[in-house]
């Protein structure tokens, strides 16, 4: 049995070595994502650049290519845009090498990598007006932290929500929405985490996977970089970094809430963003064959866990996590891998 052919690698190979006439050497995989994109490393010479596949009608490169431009316009390091293709879902791309901060972040270097994302975050909550993106709105937020019910509750773990437990998510789901729409809107990336930024020798990081940005919540971007779903600190450390950040937003003009507010904002920030992954996550096994992101839930729900046990509001929601539970969430998804 032959497997079928590659139909979209052998277009975007025709793009670059017919349309644009490159002299392309090869092309080889460079990394996938939780969507339909792909990316591929292209040699050509003694340089390298990136060749973005986003298969239309599942992605639409539009919202990158924008993005791009306003995050470049900032100061920030986005990749450089040497073509594009829109029809077909095809952008050439600079190539900022093969060092996310995920394999790079350690004891020693954490506080440099994180140091100079928080600088870019700077840059970008100042460079780029909120009011060219899409907003971060109740809805959105809804919608999000329903996955984390729709998909992990009820699809993964086979939970009933009715009575009572549908009564405490509305409660929890309403409370962290207006948590997030009362804090300062600026543009927020939504995934500014370590497998999206790159450690680079000059304008360190290069920032990847910015294509949804909205105008939203200004603690948003940095619980995606400090409370990472992939890698996890202590909390004493990540309290010093919030503070050290939060101490920047005022410097720079861009906040004027106390620390305990802004603390309490990126704490309840993180517990929307956090179901919202977690429902993702589960969605990515269910739906779309991608198993692997299971490993990476029970990290993301502990940060639940610790958030629901600083704030007495959240005592209805923490019990009823309890009562499903926890071991038992971690035995279903030991038999879900």
Not at 22 to 45: K, T
Not at 266 to 283: T, V
Request: include cysteine; charge should be negative; hydrophobic fraction near 40%.
């Amino acid at each position: 049995m032959t497997n079928s052919p590659d139909l979209r690698f052998q277009a975007l190979s025709d793009w670059l070595r017919h349309d644009l006439r490159l002299g392309v050497e090869n092309i080889v995989p460079a990394s996938s994502d939780a969507s339909f994109r792909r990316y591929f490393r292209a040699a050509m010479g003694e340089e390298t650049y990136i060749v973005m596949d986003a298969p239309p009608p599942h992605e639409d490169v539009r919202p990158f290519i924008k993005i791009s431009g306003l995050l470049r316009e900032a100061g920030v390091q986005a990749p450089q845009i040497h073509a594009q293709n829109i029809d077909q879902g095809f952008l050439l791309l600079c190539d900022f090498g093969n060092r996310p901060y995920l394999d790079s972040l350690e004891e020693e270097t954490a506080d440099s990598l994180y140091g100079d994302a928080m600088e870019n975050l700077i840059r970008i909550k100042q460079g780029v007006r909120g009011g060219d993106l899409p907003v971060y709105d109740a809805r959105l937020l809804h919608t999000e932290m329903d996955l984390f019910r729709d998909w992990f509750l009820v699809r993964l773990l086979e939970q009933e929500i009715g009575g009572a437990a549908k009564s405490v998510l509305e409660k929890t789901w309403a409370s962290l929405a207006e948590s997030a729409l009362e804090q300062p809107r600026v543009c927020v990336h939504r995934d500014y985490h370590s497998r999206n930024l790159m450690v680079t020798e000059q304008d360190n990081p290069g920032v990847l996977d910015f294509q949804d940005a909205v105008e939203g919540p200004i603690s948003y971007d940095l619980v995606s970089l400090l409370r990472d779903c992939y890698i996890a600190w202590p909390q004493e450390r990540v309290e010093a970094w919030v503070c050290a950040y939060y101490r920047r937003l005022q410097d720079a003009g861009l906040l004027d809430s106390g620390e305990e507010q802004f603390m309490r904002w990126f704490d309840l920030m993180g517990l929307q963003r956090h179901l919202k992954a977690i429902g993702i996550f589960s969605r990515l096994k269910l739906r779309d064959g991608k198993g692997a992101y299971l490993g990476d839930i029970p990290r993301t729900l502990n940060y639940v866990v610790g958030v629901c046990e600083r704030y007495p509001e959240l005592a209805d929601f923490l019990a009823f996590l309890r009562d499903g539970g926890i071991d038992r969430f971690e035995a279903a998804l030991g038999q879900s891998t």
